[in-house]
């Protein structure tokens, strides 16, 4: 049998939608699983045995636009999948199954994609299922009939091959970091939007005290859309950091974030990620829910304080940002305390 699967379009849901992929291999440990996602996902999925072939979803160049939504069609045909399973929602998903003309189609019946189903599941309504995204992927594929029961997993691994440490341990040194040193990397922006941002100066102001305190190694990540972020969080540092804004594509983050100690920073793909390859994480949480987007793992403290209005889920917060704001760089540090002794212990 030959599996189409329809990844979901953002890192930290691909991360959480690991167990569902897993589950999906164990049903069907002998089926040829294709994944279909946007190059960034489809890097952070290369490690992790989960299929056996790798579609990018190129939509700004080669897949760009209808005629390359209609060439991505006709070489998805030209694989003879039997069935697609469509983790992301759009009806751009189930659209692209039907013209690939996957004969069995299964997906959550929604965003008006049902006709072009051949198994259109019922989205599971509150409380029908624990809320942690995890479950929801899980779900699908128990409504489908291919698992029975929705695994609790407590952590979700990202398998990192020991040459793609090693490179990323020679990359930070040659980009400014210690040998030997504890590294603290920090997240400080976020792709979905601003309203998920805690203030650069915190950041720093936190970043000093670290630094003063365990004389770490602070590292900053971040995409071109989050240079400004990182720049104001660098102008406050006593020492200057190790900055990699910019310098790294997504695919290099497992690797990275392998070789720090602790993560600290604002919902977002790279929190999942940091969580997924072993870190400790320190997350801070506005606008969106814990209970549905926390990173699996035990190795995490949460931060948030909760006015009437988180959370919102917004993108870009309409008022005053409260609830980011009201998180002060004592509540993050003493989140942190905690972990450095093992973080320390681990480093000698």
Known sequence: MKILVRATNWVGDAIMALPALRALRGRFPGAEIAILARPYVAYIYGDQQVCNQLIPYDSQKKHAGVWGRERLAAELRALRFDVAVLLQNAFDAAWLAWRAGVPERIGYSRDGRSFLLTKAITVPKPGEIP???????????????????????????????????????????????????????????????????????????????????????????????????????????????????????????????????????NDSGAMHVAAAVGLPVVALFGPTDPFGTAPVTPHCTIVRQKPYCSPCFLRHCPTDHRCMRAITPDMVEAAANPWLPGVKTQRA
């Open 131 to 265: 809320p942690h995204e995890k479950f929801y992927y899980l779900e699908l594929l128990r409504r489908a009939g291919w698992i029975d029961s929705l695994p609790d997993e407590s952590f979700i691994e990202l398998n990192v091959s020991e040459q793609k440490k090693r490179q990323a341990a020679e990359f930070l040194v040659q980009s400014g970091a210690r040998p030997g040193s504890l590294r603290v990397a920090i997240g400080a922006g976020a792709s979905y939007g601003s309203a998920k941002c805690w203030p650069p100066p915190r950041f720093a102001e936190l970043a000093n005290r670290l630094q003063a305190q365990t004389d770490a190694d602070v590292i900053l990540f971040g995409a071109a859309t989050e240079a400004a972020v990182t720049r104001a969080i660098s102008s406050e540092l006593r020492r200057p950091p190790v900055d990699l804004t910019e310098k790294t594509a997504i695919d290099d983050l497992p690797a990275l974030l392998s070789q720090c100690h602790l993560f600290i920073g």
